[in-house]
């Protein structure tokens, strides 16, 4: 059978890609369709087909067959007696993200899995992809050329839906990194500096195809959307799509932190995801969820060597690099639901929980970005300063074509211990029944100790209380989280280790009483004239009854973490620190640290 797709935009302000599939050599009375509910990266299913419109199917000489839909994101078409048959429909197009597809009068973006339906049967056979670019629009796509203009040619629709496209008025930048050619394709504009942009990248391209040897592609597309507000990245075969904001560039930090640190988590991908696959992965089912206990390694190492990667590749200093790790370990021990859900469990569980939450989430679950990247972290001294080589070992045996256990088909969920196991030269067993398949807390202390660092957990305001080594004094907190909304201060979490026991209040800010206050700060000073252990009366609405609380206050938590050099550093301590990050062992009065105001800033990976 020979398989065609057809997009195109005749109107874009209609926000509708119209899409058609030709299927030529059938021999089968009935021919069954489905559009995934869900894109591989983003694990959440998000029902694609809603968007479908307009479906119809003909034969090739243009007749209409009769079909009927047969599930939410299926159709089945009669063919008996007819070899060729076309699909045709509308994709309304109206969401700018990374994971879905979006069309307007500036440009065309699609994500293959939100456009594109495969023939049951179907999905291992080659297909050509034929676009209809809107007049006086270019189009970008990972896709290979198959000839004739505008005319792509994917290897199955794996291939096809794993490869997103940009069509419109974008700049697009070409650079060679280890020989290899590569584009960036800059939708949006704001205050970037392309050049330093494109030098940029392409540091972090040749960084992180060192640590394996080469590149595992011949070409790589960069999609990258600078809008007003950030859209996170996906992760492709040899692409990535990425929203940043339009004003990131500017800033030093930002762009460290809010654009480079996206390009290396996105393209390390290209390795930990894409070439070292989940058994669960390895061949998608496209119509379910798809489970896997191994995203904190997918995801959460991942967010580990980004740091890694930018640090080796000189786009980060050393400085930022704790600094970031600080934030990263005191967000965890912010999160009372790491008492609840173990690393495996929040991989797990990522479908019904990481892309759905609510107001009691940080209660009962963590990131396995967040807690996998704090889990790599403390191999660095697990693996005695050689945990880079863990994962790129593994990636390495697969890009390399080594032998291992699981060569070809897909890596078992118990193995990657193992892996790690051979590093460290020694057994994990406990560890990893602790703190992967376990909640025991982490020990940051003792691990980053072997890197000669001492973690000091805080207040963003404390002072010096003489006592350099004394920890600081415990303050009052109501364990609440307040956002501001309307001009009105809402109780949108109430944390489980707090001392607020009760649902989502609304605070009423004239009838606070003694404590009348507009703002999680401003309800923090006022706290600062009580200790934990004192009793209060909150005076609050709730569904629009005034109503009272007796409170007893609790321990406010941490929210300045910092990292600095032991009082006492050995050779080897030393020795570590700069094998882990390439620069020389800080100063006694060098400190790094991570700031997070719990009670007003939402979780974020």
């Known amino acids: 059978m020979q398989l065609t797709y057809t997009l195109a935009m005749p109107t874009p302000v209609t926000h509708l890609f119209h899409v058609t599939l030709t299927v030529t050599g059938l021999e089968q009375p009935t021919a069954e369709f489905a559009m995934p509910v869900w894109t591989p990266g983003s694990y959440l299913v998000r029902e694609y087909a809603r968007h479908v419109q307009g479906f119809a199917a003909a034969d090739g000489a243009g007749q209409g067959r009769p079909w009927r839909k047969i599930a939410k ?22 969401e700018l993200s990374v994971r879905t597809s979006h069309l307007d009068s500036t440009h065309g973006y699609f994500n293959g899995a939100t456009v594109f339906t495969s023939l049951d049967g179907g999905r291992d056979l080659p297909c050509d992809l034929v676009i209809t670019p809107f007049p006086g629009w270019r189009i970008s796509t990972p896709l ?40 960036i394709a800059f939708y949006g504009h704001g205050n970037e500096d392309l050049a330093r942009l ?39 075969r040899n692409s990535s799509s990425n929203g940043v904001v339009r004003w990131n560039f500017g800033d030093d930090k930002e762009y460290r932190q809010q654009v480079l640190a996206l390009l290396a988590h996105e393209f390390f991908h290209v390795w930990n995801v894409k070439r070292i696959v989940p058994v669960g992965f390895l061949a998608f089912d496209y119509d379910e969820e798809n489970y896997t206990k191994l995203l904190w390694v997918m995801e959460g190492w991942t967010s580990y060597f980004e740091l890694l990667i930018l640090r080796r590749a000189g786009l980060w200093t050393a400085s930022a690099v704790l600094e970031e790790t600080a934030q990263r370990i005191l967000r965890l021990q912010q999160t009372p639901g790491r008492l609840l859900q173990s690393a495996e469990m929040s991989s797990f569980d990522t479908w019904i929980k990481f892309y759905r939450p609510d107001e009691n989430s940080q209660n009962t679950g963590i990131s396995y970005y967040n807690k996998g990247a704090c889990w790599a972290c403390c191999s660095t001294s697990i693996c005695a300063g050689r945990a880079a080589v863990s994962v790129a070992w593994t990636m390495s045996c697969a890009t390399a074509g080594r032998t291992t256990p699981w060569s070809g088909c897909g890596l078992p969920e118990a193995d990657f211990q193992a892996v790690v196991e051979t590093v460290a030269g020694a057994s994990l067993a406990d560890f990893f029944e602790r703190f992967v398949r376990g909640v025991d807390e982490l020990p940051f202390d003792d691990l980053l100790a072997h890197a000669g660092l001492e973690l000091r957990f805080g207040y963003q305001d404390d002072k010096p209380n003489g006592a350099a080594d004394a920890p600081p004094a415990p303050r009052a907190g109501l364990g609440l989280r307040v956002e501001e909304t309307d ?88 020795a570590l620190f700069s094998q882990w990050l390439h620069e020389p062992f800080p100063a006694p009065d060098f400190v790094a640290t991570g700031d997070i105001e719990i009670e007003s800033e939402k979780p974020k990976p």
């Open 73 to 94: 994101n299926r159709w089945l078409v009669e063919t008996a007696g007819v070899d060729r048959v076309t699909l045709s429909y509308q994709v309304y197009a109206g």
């Open 487 to 574: 001009g009105r201060s809402l109780i949108s979490t109430v944390f489980a280790d707090g001392a607020g026991a009760a649902p989502t209040w609304r605070l009423a800010m004239s009838c606070w009483r003694s404590m009348a206050c507009a703002t999680a700060s401003s309800l923090n000073r006022r706290l600062d004239g009580y200790h934990p252990g004192d009793r209060v009366t909150l005076t609050l609405f709730r569904r629009d009854e005034l109503r009272q609380a007796e409170v007893t206050l609790g321990v406010r938590p941490f929210n300045r973490l910092q990292m600095r050099p032991a009082a006492a550093v050995t050779e080897a301590q030393q």
């Open 144 to 183: 290979p050329a198959a000839g004739e203009i505008n005319r792509y040619h994917a290897d199955n629709f794996d291939h096809l839906i794993d490869s997103p496209t940009e069509i419109g008025a974008h700049q697009v930048i070409e650079f060679e990194a280890l020989g290899k050619p590569h584009r």
């Open 198 to 236: 494109t030098a940029d990248t392409q540091k972090i391209v040749e960084t992180a195809g060192a640590i394996f040897g080469g590149l595992p592609y011949d070409d790589y597309l960069f999609i990258i959307h600078a809008t007003e507000r950030r859209r996170g990245g996906l992760e492709h």
